[in-house]
């Protein structure tokens, strides 16, 4: 049998990625289940809209934490892109404070309509769990949808940082500049974990076929010069 190295010393951020297909969500819920089974307490996400994350673990997710039968100290969930998407609006408008009006409130939920806000709100909930807002585990590992969107994810806290440094006024599908302001040092806290490779490891998940091969290969270039600009930058 192979050694899965990435259990020799597993780090407290596991992210499972590669080609549709290819197996990653097998993977992901066996690494979990073979660190639930150490001792460890072990949170596994699924990023992934189109996830079968509930099939594989015969369990109906919210995005919530929802134990797994029979697997004592394992948790998992489902990032809901569009019940994030609602939170962060609520969120955002109660920033605004009683004196915005009704018109300017109207405005800005508008403003938050988008699917760049659904992104940006599947995100939050991203970050907060590198930020630490679910405390008490040991592991949180992400079986993430294929590579493109994974590699969009892990470079979205430096992009948006720099959005938050470059301006300092207006709005944009984030939501107005001065409620953005108290996320910025969460983006900043994401920074630092993508960009520690002891606090975060990033699995590859390929097969025995050209093609995956060589997205895996594209991935691993990609993704390691992302995050040596994370490192660079936090």
């Not at 998992?76 to 609006?89: F, G, K, T, V």
């Not at 508008?110 to 909930?125: K, P, V, Y």
Request: with cysteine.
């Amino acid at each position: 049998m192979l050694h899965f190295r990435a259990l020799d010393a597993p780090t407290p951020f596991l992210f499972f990625t590669g080609k549709g297909g290819v197996g990653k969500t097998s993977l992901a819920c066996a690494t979990a289940i073979g660190l639930a089974d150490r001792g460890s307490r072990v949170l596994l996400v699924s990023t992934d809209p189109a996830s079968n994350l509930d099939e594989m673990l015969e369990v109906r997710l919210t995005d919530s934490p929802v134990p797994v039968p029979n697997a004592a100290g394992l948790f998992a969930m489902n990032i809901d892109p569009e019940a994030a998407a609602e939170s962060y609006r609520t969120r955002v408008l109660e920033q605004l404070g009683p004196a915005v009006t009704a018109e300017e409130r109207s405005t800005v939920r508008e403003q938050l309509s988008g699917a760049c806000t659904t992104e940006i709100a599947a995100f939050d909930e991203f970050v907060g769990l590198l930020d630490g807002d679910l405390a008490g585990f040991d592991h949180i590992i992400f079986d993430t949808a294929p590579t493109g969107h994974t590699l969009r994810l892990l470079s979205l806290p430096k992009a948006w940082t720099g959005f938050l440094k470059g301006n300092d006024r207006g709005a944009s599908c984030l939501g107005p500049h001065s409620g953005l302001k108290m996320q910025e040092e969460r983006f900043r806290q994401a920074l630092r974990a993508l960009g520690d490779p002891k606090r975060t490891t990033v699995v590859l998940v390929t097969r025995a076929d050209r093609s995956a091969i060589r997205e895996a290969a594209r991935t691993s270039a990609n993704s390691t010069r992302s995050i040596s600009r994370t490192r660079l930058s936090s």
